[in-house]
Every structure is written in structure tokens, then in C-alpha cells.
């Protein structure tokens, strides 16, 4: 049996957006694959392995973040290399399916076209070499192959959703065909990203073996796992759409600069003229105490995805945060997503946003909606998805999705208002949004998969 020296694998994690980057070495130089735009991290990461970057990899136009590829190649004199067929405002080193990549003496990336995610889309074999032989170690499948799943096929518009379908599939058995049992699948999305057609289980590992014996698309006849693949699909973040474009014309290197500081006069005339002044801190700390008209979207869950679906585009934006690191964070977050700059910022705690006096609301779990049902009534708002409603609700629960909550709030039945979600943060979200508005709002900050039916609550 032929023994190859390994390239060692570090995995970067974005775990609000639900995606992973990779830097690849030999001990010497290094590849790196699918950078997110905060392309320091990735930069940090190389001398700290004792490598420098020679190759960046593209999988595909990404539409859930902006690449920080382009930039990352800029910064370090790497290779860029993205599919010939991509077409892009940049040079970049042209690849396409079939070719194979020398990065180093011992480690070279051969190209597999797997279109499905992105009729584009390009996975890349990672091959050890060694005078003895060739090892294939894994493969880095962007958004085609998932844990368990596959990429969607939707993210191109519905006119070429049933294409793209038939290509996944195609796709996935492709790379089950070619790679050996024991290849590392080292997929892009899937960890939390809308980019994923279903869920991973919360696997961190996998190999083409054991993909094989458990995804669907590997498991089940095209015509099954087609159906069930659209059955599972639901809404993306409307801030995808700008995210594709933006990456085919060639995102720059982020400004993480610190913004401009905005005292209680200056948030007070930005949440008069209705821009979006965010309150970044925990739910629990929002609902104590903030600044009446505020919104919370707390850098503790899924910020800039949430931020980023919800925001009107361009939307004037100033963030507050407990301490400017908080501040920063979230800078951080929103560059990925295209937000590149923010009026202003403050830090520090409400009393130190405005002269008035302190708004808050009450939070809540399911075993408090059920007693005070048994004594008054109470309008009942579930700002999950359609197909988490779907799947299992409160009876006489008004769904409302919280990504269609600000153009629907005529919907919304007067009087008190008690909103949940499946475990609180997108109902923290809503309550703010409801709260900003008038609205006599309470938050249930509970997890209804573990309490709604315990608590006594009727669903359906």
C-alpha cells in the first residue's frame, strides 16, 4: 500500500453564516479555498502555521457572502483561480473541469465540474504526491456535495431551479463515482447556511464513504430525492441577491475602521427620520432597558444574517453596542454581507443613548402564555418560517415569518401581542420591530420544540 505524506487541513469557521473557509499546506505553502472578506483571519492563520499562500481556490460565485478570494490573491501574490466559464470584471487564473493544479511539490488541486449549486460551480480533489504515489485526501465541494445534503438548486431563480436539480444529483454521484471511500468532503455550507437544501444533523466530518451510505441524494432513486429536495426548500435572505453580483465584479478588502461616534442628540434625529439605529446587545439585556425605536439583533445568534434579510438595502445604519469590540464584531459580520460602512456608533449602555426615558417589554416562556390564556385573551404571533408553522403550531397562532414581518405589520391584531420563534432570538428580533411601533408586545424567549407542548398549549 502507497503511503503519501498528508497536507494538513485548517478549517476556518463562520458560524453565523453557517460556512467554513480552508487553508491547506505542506509545511510550506499553502492553498486556500472559499475565503470569507474578512480576508485577516485567513492572513493571520498562514505565518502562524509557518506557510505562505500561494493558490486561492473559488468553488463558485457565492450568494450567501462576499468572497474575500480577489483581495486575498491581491494581498499575498497568490493565484486566484475560478472557473473560465464565470464571467467576471477581474483576471484571475482560468480553470475548468479536468484540470489539475500543481501547488507544491508534494499537493496539487484537480478540478471536477459539479454544477447543481451554480451551473458553474467547480469542486476541487485535493491529491498528496509522493515519488511512491498519489493520494486523493479530500474533496472541497463548496456548495454541491453537503453533510447529509446538497447546496440548493433554487438560488438562480425558479426558471432554472428543475435544471439545476437534475445537475446536483448528477453531481453528487459523480464525485461518489471518482473519489475513493476514505476523501475528506470538506463542503463550504451546510453548518447553518440558508445555502444548504436541508439540514447537515450537525455532522463536523464526513468522508465519500460515508456519504454514500447516508445522504439522500446518494441513497434515493433522482425522482425521490428531487421531491423531496423542493418539498424542503423555504425562503433564502433577501440579501442574497446582491451577493453574486458583487462577488463576479470583484469585492475589495473590507474598511473595519471604526465609525464615526453618534451621541444621544445624533441617535435621537436618526431614529426620528426612521433609519435603523440596532442594538447589538443579548435579548435579555434589550428587553430590560433600550432606546425607544431601537431594534435588537444581538451578536450573540445569527446577526448579520437576520440584519441583512430584514434591512432595506442601503438603509442609513448605526450600531450600539456594550464596548466598541462589540461594535467591531459586528462591523466584521456585516462586511461579509455587503454592509460595507455604518453612520456612526455608540457604546456603552442605554443611558448613555438618550436623555428619555428607558422603553422595555416583558420576556417570557410557553408555561406563562399558558396560564394567562386561562384568564384572558391574548393574540398569539409565530415568526417562524412557513414550514416550521407548518410542521406544528399553537392553535390560533398568527404566523407571520420575521422576514415579512415589517411590510405586514397592518396584520398584526391590536391589543397584547405574544411572539415566539423556536428558541427566542428571531422573537427578540420581532418584539423590537413590534415594540418600535407601538405595539404592546410581549417576548417568549423559550424553546417550543422542548416546552410548547409540556407547557400545555394546544397545537396543531
Known amino acids: 500500500m502507497t503511503t503519501v505524506d498528508q497536507p494538513t487541513v485548517l478549517t476556518l469557521d463562520t458560524p ?19 475565503p470569507q472578506r474578512d480576508i485577516d483571519r485567513m492572513i493571520d492563520l498562514a505565518p502562524e502555521a509557518g506557510v505562505r499562500i500561494t493558490h486561492v481556490f473559488e468553488t463558485h460565485l457565492h450568494n450567501d457572502y462576499l ?55 467547480l469542486s476541487y480533489a485535493l491529491e498528496a504526491i509522493a515519488p511512491s504515489g498519489t493520494d486523493t485526501v479530500g474533496v472541497f465541494t463548496g456548495g454541491s456535495l453537503l453533510y447529509g445534503t446538497t447546496g440548493r438548486p433554487d438560488l438562480l431563480g425558479t426558471e432554472h431551479t428543475h435544471d439545476l436539480l437534475h445537475h446536483q444529483f448528477d453531481s453528487a454521484h459523480r464525485l461518489a463515482a471518482q473519489l475513493p471511500d476514505q476523501a475528506q468532503v470538506l463542503p463550504t455550507h451546510g453548518f447553518g447556511s440558508f445555502c444548504s437544501a436541508g439540514a447537515s444533523g450537525g455532522a463536523s466530518a464526513s468522508t465519500i464513504g460515508a456519504e454514500k451510505s447516508t445522504n439522500p441524494v446518494l441513497t434515493q432513486d433522482e ?96 450600531l450600539l453596542g456594550d464596548s466598541p469590540e462589540q461594535v467591531a464584531q459586528a462591523q466584521r459580520e456585516l462586511v461579509r454581507v455587503g454592509i460595507d460602512r455604518v453612520q456612526g456608533a455608540a457604546s456603552g449602555g442605554p443611558r448613555d443613548w438618550t436623555t428619555d426615558t428607558l422603553a422595555s417589554f416583558p420576556r417570557a416562556v410557553f408555561a406563562d402564555l399558558a396560564q394567562v390564556r386561562h384568564h384572558r385573551a391574548v393574540a398569539v404571533l409565530d415568526v417562524r418560517r412557513a414550514a416550521e408553522y407548518d410542521a406544528g403550531h399553537i392553535d390560533a397562532a398568527l404566523n407571520i415569518p420575521l422576514h415579512e414581518l415589517i411590510p405586514s405589520l397592518d396584520r398584526v391584531p391590536e391589543g397584547e401581542v405574544w411572539v415566539h420563534c423556536a428558541g427566542g432570538y428571531r422573537a427578540s428580533i420581532a418584539a423590537s420591530v413590534l415594540a418600535a411601533h407601538g405595539i404592546d408586545v410581549v417576548a417568549i424567549d423559550d424553546s417550543y420544540e422542548e416546552h410548547a407542548a409540556s407547557a400545555g398549549l394546544p397545537l396543531v
Open 223 to 318: 425522482r425521490r430525492w428531487a421531491e423531496e429536495t423542493l418539498a424542503g426548500l423555504s425562503n433564502y435572505p433577501a440579501y442574497y441577491v446582491h451577493m453574486a453580483p458583487a462577488n463576479a465584479a470583484g469585492p475589495a478588502a473590507p474598511d473595519l475602521r471604526a465609525p464615526e461616534p453618534a451621541d444621544a442628540a445624533t441617535l435621537a434625529r436618526r431614529i426620528n427620520d426612521r433609519e435603523w439605529v440596532v442594538d447589538l446587545r443579548n435579548r435579555t439585556a434589550f428587553a430590560a432597558g433600550h432606546v425607544s425605536g431601537t431594534l435588537n439583533f444581538g451578536i450573540d445568534g445569527q446577526f448579520a444574517t437576520y440584519l441583512g434579510w430584514l434591512i432595506p438595502w442601503n438603509t442609513p445604519l448605526t
Open 67 to 121: 468572497t474575500g478570494g480577489l483581495a486575498l490573491a491581491h494581498a499575498t501574490g497568490a493565484a486566484y483561480h475560478v472557473n473560465a466559464a464565470d464571467e467576471v470584471a477581474y483576471d484571475r487564473d482560468p480553470v475548468r473541469d479536468g484540470d489539475v493544479v500543481r501547488v507544491s511539490p508534494t499537493m496539487r488541486m484537480r478540478v471536477i465540474a459539479t454544477p447543481g449549486h451554480t451551473f458553474t460551480h
Open 16 to 34: 453565523t453564516l453557517g460556512n467554513r473557509s480552508y487553508l491547506v499546506h505542506d509545511g510550506s505553502v499553502a492553498l486556500v479555498v472559499d
